[in-house]
């Protein structure tokens, strides 16, 4: 009986969505209100994969798209070719940072080698998807040229709908004055 339950319980576990998984809060840091659209997102630096850092303001006049995954996150997974194509399709025109929730490095850097993904990859030790409230991935945002947020995005629909999504995002702030 023990064993059944347990089977259950580890079952209902790993079948749970990811955007319904709350990320463990490492730091007991306050959770701070969800990104909303219109509002800019504060302001972070983050490491990334090109042994570089971003920093979110510091990236102005360009649209910015920032989404929040793990590797864990089937979901997640499942959209990561369409931020490949954006990055493709748009290149220097637009910042692309995808942000790994409090994953191990070498986790992250053997996903990213493994399906040969040439976009950035932020490494966030929890801090900024606590400080952003985001207690479900994948989370993406859409910035415009000023750093406010045009559209946020909770969950996947799939790689094709995703990239149309933000694609149809990205070209309305490329086209505002």
Do not use: H
């Amino acid at each position: 009986m023990k064993k059944i339950f347990l089977l259950i319980l580890v079952s209902l576990f790993l079948f749970s969505s990811c955007s319904e998984r709350e990320l463990e809060n490492k730091n007991n840091i306050v959770n701070e209100e969800i990104p909303k659209e219109g509002k800019k997102p504060q302001d972070f630096t983050i490491e990334t994969n090109y042994n570089t850092n971003f920093t979110l303001y510091e990236n102005n006049g360009k649209p910015t798209l920032i989404n929040f995954f793990a590797t864990w996150c089937g979901p997640c997974v499942e959209e990561m070719p369409a931020f490949e194509m954006l990055k493709e399709e748009y290149g220097d025109q637009i910042n692309l940072i995808v942000v790994d929730c409090a994953e191990d490095r070498s986790i992250v850097d053997k996903f990213i080698q493994d399906n040969n993904y040439t976009f950035q990859v932020g490494y966030d030790n929890g801090d900024i998807s606590e400080a952003y409230g985001i207690t479900g991935i994948p989370f993406t945002l859409v910035l415009n040229k000023n750093n406010e947020i045009l559209k946020t995005f909770t969950g996947s629909r799939g790689v094709e709908a995703q990239y149309n999504a933000y694609k149809e995002q990205i070209e309305i702030a490329l086209n505002e004055n």
